[in-house]
C-alpha cells in the first residue's frame, strides 16, 4: 500500500485548506484510514479517522474544525481543515490500516498557518 499526501501550504489563520491522500498498491486490503499531525517538538496526535464504510471517529480537540472523508472511486482520503488556527501548524500525515494489522504511513504534508 503506498500513500501519497498533498495540499498543504501556508494559510493565514482562520483560513481553509483540504488536504489529500491518494492510495495505491494493495488497496483492497485497507479497513481504515486516519490522518495524524506532527508539530514542532510534539508526539504524534490522531487528527480524524475513517472506515472503509465510511464510520468517523474525531478526538475532541479536532471534532469542530475537521472533517475526513473518502472518495471510493478516487481511492483517496480527504482532510477538510477549517477556522485555522497557527497551533495547526503541523506535518499532517495519512495512514492506512488493513485487516491484518499492519499499518502503513505516508510521507506527510506540511500545514503553516500564520497569523
Known amino acids: 500500500v503506498q500513500l501519497q499526501a498533498s495540499g498543504g501550504g501556508l494559510v493565514h489563520a482562520g483560513g481553509s485548506l483540504r488536504l489529500s491522500c491518494a492510495t495505491s498498491?494493495?488497496?483492497?486490503?485497507?479497513?481504515?484510514m486516519a490522518w495524524y499531525r506532527q508539530a514542532p517538538g510534539k508526539q504524534r496526535e490522531l487528527v480524524a479517522y475513517?472506515?472503509?464504510?465510511?464510520?468517523?471517529t474525531y478526538p475532541d480537540s479536532m471534532k469542530d474544525r475537521f472533517v475526513i472523508s473518502r472518495d471510493g472511486a478516487k481511492n483517496t482520503v480527504y482532510l477538510q481543515m477549517n477556522s485555522l488556527k497557527r497551533e495547526d501548524t503541523a506535518v499532517y500525515y495519512c495512514?492506512?490500516?488493513?485487516?491484518?494489522?499492519?499499518?502503513?504511513w505516508g510521507r506527510g504534508t506540511l500545514v503553516t498557518v500564520s497569523s
Open positions: 475513517i472506515t472503509i464504510g465510511g464510520q468517523t
Open positions: 498498491g494493495g488497496i483492497s486490503r485497507i479497513r481504515a
Open positions: 495512514k492506512a490500516d488493513d485487516y491484518n494489522g499492519v499499518a502503513y
